[in-house]
């Protein structure tokens, strides 16, 4: 698909604004931009598709708590605006402040799902891991 150049940069002015990446414009390269920016990125350039369905593996890995909240709220969003989200996460923290439904996987197979009263005693026993007292 081709597209004039004046619509690309008005698209990539509106992903750094929607996704709120902080750089000084949109010609700095990627790879200048902290952990959290480059996966804010990532996650702009896929909404620019206006996916009905969002799927990410772990989109807060190795990034601040700052830029893990700004990710979360992001989704939240468009969660809230009828898009699917699917994520895994492998923080049982992050599951349980933002998660509608929750599924637990055990060696390849479905093992729990809560929706409700969720707790993290539950999802640790439903993987298969000792909660540590």
Do not use: Y
Request: net charge positive; hydrophobic share 45%.
């Amino acid at each position: 698909v081709f597209t004039s150049i004046k619509l690309e940069r008005a698209l990539i002015q509106k992903s750094i604004r929607d996704v709120t990446v902080k750089t000084d414009g949109p010609d700095v390269p990627i790879g200048s931009l902290s952990g959290g920016n480059q996966q804010k990125v990532v996650i702009g350039k896929m909404l620019a598709t206006d996916p009905k369905v969002i799927l990410l593996d772990e989109p807060s890995r190795g990034i601040d708590i700052g830029a893990k909240a700004e990710v979360f709220r992001i989704l939240a969003h468009h969660a809230a605006a009828g898009q699917a989200v699917v994520f895994t996460t492998s923080e049982v923290n992050e599951c349980l402040s933002i998660a509608h439904r929750i599924i637990i996987m055990r060696r390849g197979r479905i093992s729990a799902e809560f929706t409700s009263d969720i707790t993290k005693e539950k999802i640790m026993a439903a993987s298969g891991e000792a909660v540590a007292a």
